[in-house]
């Protein structure tokens, strides 16, 4: 996830490129910049979704039960129809979770774990972001509480793509903190703070 000043270089970079300082387009969208670009959001639960996106989709869902401009207790209704739905679909992944043995991406005894807890779906997430911890190397800077958690090749990305990022150990180990603010925006624990466990875990 780019952080805030991520956001400003890369920004930077493409007006200079393509030489779009006039563009008075992009200087107004620029202007409102932290409705729309997601390193903005940091720190509030999105679920990795958008405010257009979140309310899209709840029109999307509604569309498909409820007829336009239908009478109240039609409404009442259809909705109660949709939520009876999400909840099998619920269910359902409930059930697959159980039944089905879940694809791995590391086979290791951290994603085992995770595979006890989280849905299929949830679980491959999950996998994905554990596979990207795999692009990052810790540093321990106060024991058990602070951490740098650099980038491997840093020099194969952008110039302004950052490559070192501070994690927090907090409670004794129960809490992680980590300044892309991941887990506060999607609810999973981001690649950083996946690093850093095995360096205060005994």
């Known amino acids: 996830m780019l952080t805030v000043d991520e956001f400003e270089k890369a920004w930077s970079e493409l ?12 200087a107004n969208i620029y202007e409102v910049r932290s409705k729309w670009a997601k390193p903005y959001f940091n720190g509030k639960f999105c679920a990795k979704m ?20 239908c ?9 109660m129809r949709l939520l009876f739905d999400r909840e099998a679909n619920e269910n359902y992944e409930e059930r697959r979770t159980k039944i089905v043995l879940p ?6 005894p951290l994603e085992y774990h995770a ?3 989280y849905t299929i779906a949830m679980l491959e997430k999950f996998g ?3 596979y990207e911890a795999q692009q990052y190397r810790v540093e321990e800077v106060e024991k058990a509480s602070k951490y740098y958690v650099h980038r491997y090749n840093p020099k194969k990305h952008a110039k302004w793509c950052k490559v070192m ?10 809490e992680l903190i980590c300044e ?9 624990l981001c690649c950083h703070s996946l690093k850093v466990p095995p360096y205060y875990i005994e």
Do not use: W
């Open 15 to 26: 007006i200079d490129k393509y030489s779009l300082q006039k563009n008075t387009y992009l």
């Open 50 to 69: 958008t405010s257009t996106q979140r309310s899209e989709s709840a029109n999307h869902m509604l569309k498909g039960y409820v007829p336009a401009s």
């Open 71 to 79: 009478p109240m207790h039609l409404f009442v209704r259809q909705y």
């Open 103 to 108: 694809a791995m991406k590391l086979n290791s």
């Open 115 to 117: 595979s006890k807890i």
């Open 128 to 130: 994905d972001i554990l």
């Open 165 to 174: 990022y501070i994690v927090h150990v907090l409670q004794d180990g129960e």
């Open 180 to 188: 892309c603010a991941g887990f506060e925006h999607i609810g999973l």
